[in-house]
């Protein structure tokens, strides 16, 4: 890993039921030693044979260890109780930051 880079990290989004959606909140720190470039943030749900966009919002730029907690707003409809897959990333148009895939049931 290189010393003088910023690295973005995002925690494992929190889902919020609203009355016509979701509200997910999202923290994403800046873990390098130097400042980051503004990116986007990506939440995607794998949906059987399909994948939907759950939310994207743009993610500033941060300074080193610098923290922001972002929200995106969804009305992508879950099934109660269903397990589904998500996978976040963090990128630029060109690039992939950071990605990861974790399971949570609605």
């Known amino acids: 890993i290189p010393r ?25 720190q800046n873990f390098g030693q130097v400042g980051s470039s503004a990116a ?11 994948t939907e966009t759950v939310g994207k919002i743009a993610i500033p730029a941060l300074k080193p260890y610098e923290k922001i907690r972002l929200l995106m707003s969804s009305k992508t409809v879950f099934e109660k109780g269903k397990e589904y897959t998500f996978r976040l990333t963090i990128g630029t148009e060109t690039k992939t930051l950071s990605e990861y895939t974790f399971k949570d049931a609605r």
């Open 40 to 50: 986007n943030l990506t939440l995607v749900v794998q949906n059987d044979e399909k």
């Open 4 to 28: 003088f880079e910023a690295m973005l990290s995002a925690r494992a989004p929190v889902f919020t039921r609203r009355t016509n959606g979701w509200d997910i909140f999202v923290e994403v």
